[in-house]
């Protein structure tokens, strides 16, 4: 999880224009992926892809209301979890990120499974 968090912030220091939006809108998707891992671990790849890509959307909807951005400039971290403006370009990085986190997840999980069968 800190990881996802060191990726998604540093994707603005190390690239530019559009490849740094969707780069940080894909992993602030896989981040809502993990911590719904982490709360339940036995949740089912594609529930965590269902809740991190509906929570992303939802958050990203919620920006068309002036309430986001009224909490943004209270306090910093309000501000990278509720972003301040809605975009139609953040859901296509949600929907990467939400991709990527499900395929990496099941490529962890056959891995483990393979490697667990007997010979």
């Not at 911590?35 to 809740?51: G, I, K």
């Not at 992303?56 to 068309?64: D, K």
């Not at 490529?107 to 483990?112: E, I, N, V, Y």
């Amino acid at each position: 999880m800190p990881l996802t968090i060191v990726a998604g912030l540093g994707s603005r220091a190390v690239l530019s224009g559009l490849a740094a939006k969707i780069a940080g809108d894909a992993l602030y998707t896989v981040l809502v992926y993990v911590l719904a891992l982490v709360v339940r671990p036995d949740v089912r790849p594609r529930t965590a892809f269902v809740v991190a890509l509906g929570v992303s959307f939802a958050i990203e909807l919620f920006q068309l209301t002036p309430y986001p951005a009224w909490l943004s400039s209270k306090n910093a971290l309000l501000r990278l979890v509720f972003g301040t403006t809605f975009g139609f370009v953040d859901l296509a990085g949600y929907v990467v990120g939400a991709i990527t986190a499900l395929g990496v997840h099941e490529l962890a999980r056959a891995s483990a499974r393979n490697h667990n069968r007997p010979r």
